[in-house]
């Protein structure tokens, strides 16, 4: 599976289309859970984007949104450490704004070939 940019408003429709198909990574809880983590928690623009994942949750349903990340948005290893620690919790799906374009990359891989879907938003990755 490849990882793509997409705008926002897309990233979440094909994120549901992806979990209504059956592309998760094994959760055994029956509530697909996505892990959403942006740059930083604290900018507006951040906030914004959490709104918008509540309200695709509760306009739609059937999917919990976990909303991670770091306060600073140059926290590049807490954004890794946080994609690893997902992917090993069996999270259904990421949805991630990178801080760095290739510390990222490893641990997207990582997700991808365990069968974890990535969408990428806001910035690329190299490399995937």
Request: aromatic share 6%.
């Amino acid at each position: 599976m490849s990882v793509r940019q997409l705008p926002c408003r897309y990233s979440w429709i094909l994120l549901l289309l992806l979990l209504g198909t059956g592309c998760t990574s094994g959760v055994t809880s029956s509530t697909p859970k996505i892990a959403v983590i942006p740059k930083g928690t604290s900018h507006e623009f951040w906030k914004s984007v959490h709104a918008g994942a509540e309200k695709a949750r509760q306009e739609v349903g059937g999917f919990e949104v976990v909303w991670r990340g770091p306060e600073r948005e140059n926290d590049k290893s807490q954004q890794v450490d946080l994609v690893q620690n997902f992917v090993a919790s069996g999270i259904s799906a990421i949805v991630i704004a990178p801080a760095d374009d290739r510390a990222l990359a490893s641990p997207i891989s990582v997700a991808n070939q365990g069968g974890t879907p990535v969408i990428v938003i806001d910035s690329g990755v190299q490399g995937v």
